[in-house]
């Protein structure tokens, strides 16, 4: 089992209060960061978001890469679709992903919405159905490796 599936796995059993610890024996690294490209200092964040969508896709009704709003090097826009119906469009930084509009291709400067850390982070508080449909995906991929002899 990779590094990122486990650290998913201890976050869900952590977050639905059972206290385990979680001690990798590689370092966790992310496709989000394996697949961002480095420009100096800076990631392409238009990468980076193709690479959230391509990492969430499965738990979401509808989500990608906004082409109507101007993202550069530092700044990007998803827009998703929560299995709930609900729209979102959200802003990817270094600082990392935040609200920035409820509905596609809209940004409303007026909103303050705090930053998550991770894609899995943020749709963990906006979608209950991102977080049935991970841990369906989560059970499904353990029931495989269990079948495998792993």
């Not at 979102?88 to 303050?112: I, M, P």
Request: negative net charge; aromatic residues 8%; glycine residues 6%.
């Amino acid at each position: 089992m990779n590094a990122v599936w486990l650290e998913r796995i201890c976050n869900i059993l952590n977050s639905n209060g059972m206290e385990i610890d979680c001690q990798p024996e590689e370092p966790i690294v992310s496709s989000f960061d394996e697949d961002c490209v480095e420009l100096g200092d800076v990631k392409d964040m238009r990468l980076e978001a193709e690479a959230v969508v391509n990492d969430v896709l499965f738990a979401v009704t509808e989500m990608h890469v906004s082409q109507s709003l101007n993202s550069a090097l530092d700044v990007a826009y998803i827009n998703v679709e929560t299995r709930e119906g609900n729209r979102y469009c959200l802003e990817l930084t270094e600082a990392g992903l935040r609200v920035v509009g409820y509905a596609f291709d809209q940004v409303d400067e007026d909103l303050s919405n705090q930053y998550h850390e991770t894609v899995y982070s943020l749709l963990d508080t906006l979608s209950p159905g991102y977080r049935e449909a991970f841990g369906n995906a989560l059970l499904q991929r353990l029931e495989r490796l269990k079948q495998n002899g792993r």
